[in-house]
Nanobody, 116 residues
Framework: QVQLVESGGGLVQAGESLRLSCSAS???????MGWYRQAPGKQRELVAV???????IYADSVRGRFTISRDKTGYRWYLTMSNLNPEDTAVYYC???????????WGQGTQVTVSS
């Protein structure tokens, strides 16, 4: 059974930084890896994606502040978040897409809370 486990969430003050990690039970080398978030009362939204070739996509709200990266093995990927603000408060989920039909896996989520 494939598992994705997020870590690195927590409570920070506005302007501070956090780095989230996603650890997978198998390699997803060459596949799409991403981060999503869901704030209370809102739908889950894309935060950042890194494709197999290394190109990245960011939500407008985080571009320039967040950076998605991955290791060379395909077992871990990361979200480095800087200059956090209260609007970034959400549960952050890592995700990987394994085929063109959109099938993939989700982590259980990690809470990020930014106080003003």
């Amino acid at each position: 059974q494939v598992q994705l486990v997020e870590s690195g969430g927590g409570l920070v003050q506005a302007g501070e930084s956090l780095r989230l990690s996603c650890s997978a039970s198998r390699s997803f080398y060459g596949l799409v890896m991403g981060w999503y978030r869901q704030a209370p009362g809102k739908q889950r939204e894309l935060v950042a994606v890194i494709r197999g070739g290394g190109d990245t996509i960011y939500a407008d709200s985080v571009r320039g502040r967040f950076t998605i990266s991955r290791d060379k093995t395909g077992y871990r990927w990361y979200l480095t978040m800087s200059n956090l603000n209260p609007e970034d408060t959400a549960v952050y989920y890592c995700h990987t897409r394994i085929n063109s039909e959109g099938e993939g896996y989700w982590g259980q989520g990690t809470q990020v809370t930014v106080s003003s």
